[in-house]
């Protein structure tokens, strides 16, 4: 019995030391920051300001040779950078641990269309891959549902709670939906010609796609003998209270998505990944649809584009007035969602003003998101979550972070990884 209680001790101390770090306590005492430069994440940048903030509000953004009375505990950060807290668009942070562990994998559900399933109340607060986002600035978050047709319904979460309800920031934003190709390969696992080619099924596809909104449309219209749960979930495409993020490729695909969602009456459309967009630009700012790119560091997905143009793309979409924010889907998702903020360092090497790179992952990401009105940038009256950095955060040798605020509060920066370095880097100064 002794050592079975032991190893009970044992197993708790280990849980415990490894443990996420506790949520931060509600701001309690009003906060002002001076002497940094301010990136406001609007285009605008404040040399030398004050930012000052309380009860998990920004109270005052200016310059810090405005004569007004700071507030509460005054922080010196002088030769530093503030931000506003980072947003990873599309991700699916929280739905899974261990991907080689099916347990812990939570980010699609079976059939094929599933408007009804809700990522949020599968989302797991406690992640240690979730706490990792955080010492690069990245605070916020869509969780995103993923497979089938129509994956299901994202929301959009702070990262420093106990549980998913603690994390929602708005719940239900968007349903997702995957496009289908208009072109296929052959399996050639199987032996067959692995050439692209013509998919004789696309047609079929897209109208089963305006069958299925069709129906749903003439269901919420109708008298509802029947509950339909799929359907339910879908009355906020038409009523306008949510926004269908289409995940599609090709110029076509993107044409006939944008045309069949539109006459089904869907009010707002965001696309995601968008490879072809530039062809349609036209289009996308007549209709007013955002994009969330793919991250840079990929090939093109098309023989005939430039070798750069993963780089590039960004840029050629912004300069046609087009609302461009920073996405996390594919290989390594999870873990590769606290590069976000390289990612639009990388769009900035190429051509894009760093200014406007800082857009794609606080300002735009907020306005595709809907949450605007709360965060996104460091404006009077919306929520404090922002950073401070050493230095400019889009790049990875300079972002180090000294302080960072969820809704006014001051939150740890403490994880398994950072306990881990702090272990082994002291490793040899030791011996």
Not at 80 to 97: C, D, R, V
Not at 180 to 205: H, I, Q, V
Request: glycine share 8%; net charge negative; hydrophobic share 40%.
């Amino acid at each position: 019995m002794k050592k079975i209680i032991y190893s009970l001790l044992v197993f708790f101390c280990i849980g415990n030391m490894i443990a996420q770090q506790t949520p931060a306590d509600k701001q309690s005492t009003a906060i002002s920051i001076e002497g940094a430069t301010a990136h406001l994440g609007n285009g605008e940048v404040i040399e030398n300001s004050l930012i000052m903030f309380n009860e998990g509000k920004i109270t005052f953004v200016g310059s810090a040779m405005m004569r007004i009375a700071r507030m509460g505990t005054v922080i010196n950060a002088k030769g530093k950078h503030i931000y506003p807290g980072f947003i990873a668009a599309n991700a699916s942070l929280g739905l899974a641990e261990i991907d080689a562990v099916k347990a812990s994998v939570d980010v699609d559900e079976i059939g094929i269309n599933n408007p009804h399933i809700r990522s949020l109340i599968a989302y797991n607060a406690e992640s240690k891959v979730v706490e990792s986002m955080r010492p690069n600035g990245v605070l916020m978050a869509q969780i995103t549902p993923r497979g089938g047709s129509i994956s299901g319904t994202s929301s959009i979460v702070q990262l420093d709670a106990w549980n998913w309800e603690d994390a929602a920031i708005k719940v239900d934003d968007a349903i997702h939906m995957n496009w289908p190709s208009s072109f296929t390969r052959g399996r050639w696992w199987l032996g067959e010609d692995p050439a692209l080619k013509p998919d004789t099924r696309y047609g079929k596809n897209t109208d089963d796609i305006a069958m299925y909104f069709a129906n749903a449309k003439n269901y919420l219209a109708g008298q509802k003998s029947t509950i339909n749960l799929p359907f339910e979930a879908m009355k906020g495409l038409f009523d306008g209270s949510q926004r269908l993020f289409i995940h599609v490729n090709g110029q076509k695909e993107i044409t006939d998505a944008i045309t069949i969602a539109k006459n089904a009456g869907v009010k707002n459309i965001a696309l995601v990944h968008a490879e072809g967009a530039e062809s349609v630009t036209d289009l996308l700012v007549q209709n007013n649809i955002g994009v969330v790119l793919e991250r840079p560091h990929r090939n093109p997905n098309s023989e005939d584009d430039a070798y750069d143009y993963t780089y590039t793309i960004a840029k050629t979409l912004m300069d046609k007035g087009i609302t461009v924010a920073v996405g996390m889907e594919g290989q390594m998702e999870r873990m590769n969602t606290r590069n976000l903020p390289f990612y639009a360092g990388t769009f900035a090497a190429h051509g894009l003003n760093k200014e406007d790179a800082l857009k794609m992952i606080t300002s735009n990401s907020a306005k595709i998101l809907g949450i605007s009105d709360m965060v996104g940038t460091l404006e009077v009256g919306k929520d404090a979550t922002l950073f401070i950095s050493e230095g400019d955060a889009l790049d990875m040798r300079t972002n180090i972070l000294s302080k960072a605020f969820i809704q006014g509060r001051d939150i740890s920066l403490e994880t398994h990884q950072t306990e881990l370095w702090k272990r082994y880097s002291n490793k040899y100064k030791s011996e």
